[in-house]
């Protein structure tokens, strides 16, 4: 992914009104991001931890979407990313809901995804950050059709957001 700007970022969302992209917490280190192994940006908002926003680069545009997470009872069980197929135990795994764009967004109406609370399906997928043992299986693919994989993940949900 090329590296962003914090402008950048804020002109992106597409399921947020223009104040509200502007009051987010955007990261203020975005220049030490590993930007060439990510497939999209995401983060949680640390004043907010149920807040999280991620920002991809779909057909020569910036797409980004604030998400919620859904409030969970803590588990022992794994759970695994419907984006990079990481299996984490407890809330590694979150519900992530997206507002609706648009009016379908002005009724209430939004979509969900379980995929990993720190949204670093990237660094997973390419071995720069672990869930623990036992949280990646061996496949088959290369690491760049994993890839590939995540982005498509992203680019379904987005097209949901949009529709």
Known sequence: MKPLTEHDIRASFVNSTKGEAKRMHVPRDLAERPWD???????RDPAAPDR??????????LVGIALRRATQAGHARKTMCAWCLTTHSGDGVSLMTARKAGKSGQLGNSVGAYVCADLQC???????????P????????????????????????LARVES
Do not use: P
Request: glycine share 12%; hydrophobic share 40%.
């Open 52 to 61: 999280s926003y991620l920002v991809i680069e779909l057909d020569g545009r």
């Open 37 to 43: 192994d990510l497939d999209f940006f995401g983060w």
């Open 134 to 157: 036992g949280s990646r299986f061996h496949e088959s693919i290369t690491q760049e059709e994993q890839a590939a994989r995540i982005a498509t993940g992203v680019a379904a949900f």
């Open 122 to 132: 990237s660094l997973y997928v390419r071995g720069k950050k672990s869930a623990g």
